[in-house]
Nanobody, 118 residues
Framework: QVQFVESGGGLVQPGGSLRLSCAAS????????MSWYRQAPGKERELVGG????????NWADSVKGRFTISRDNAKQMLYLEMNSLKLEDTATYYC???????????WGQGTQVTVSS
């Protein structure tokens, strides 16, 4: 079955950096667009950014553009999110899923918590 396992979150000060990882399985990863999402307490889940299956395409939420980088390793079926210049408002639980503008699958992983605090 489709499975996502996110990791790499933690507590970081404003201006700091983190690298998130997502291990995906149960579907054709190398031919799937992939995306990161996040959900802050009391808010709906939102798209952070996506990467096309051929790695040439990227899309970003305006709030993270220029600060976050997304990459993938098709051989390992891994998705990554490099987050720099973190802000308090980046605090959320981060998830990955297939798809470019919207999640392809209804199933989600447990997510990884990112807390930006001084």
């Amino acid at each position: 079955q489709v499975q996502f396992v996110e990791s790499g979150g933690g507590l970081v000060q404003p201006g700091g950096s983190l690298r998130l990882s997502c291990a995906a399985s149960g579907f054709n990863f190398h031919s799937s667009d992939m995306s990161w999402y996040r959900q802050a307490p009391g808010k709906e889940r939102e798209l952070v950014g996506g990467i096309s299956s051929d790695e040439y395409g990227r899309n970003w939420a305006d709030s993270v553009k220029g600060r976050f980088t997304i990459s993938r390793d098709n051989a390992k079926q891994m998705l990554y999110l490099e987050m720099n210049s973190l802000k308090l408002e980046d605090t959320a639980t981060y998830y990955c899923n297939a798809g470019y503008w919207s999640p392809k699958f209804d199933s989600w992983g447990q997510g990884t918590q990112v807390t930006v605090s001084s």
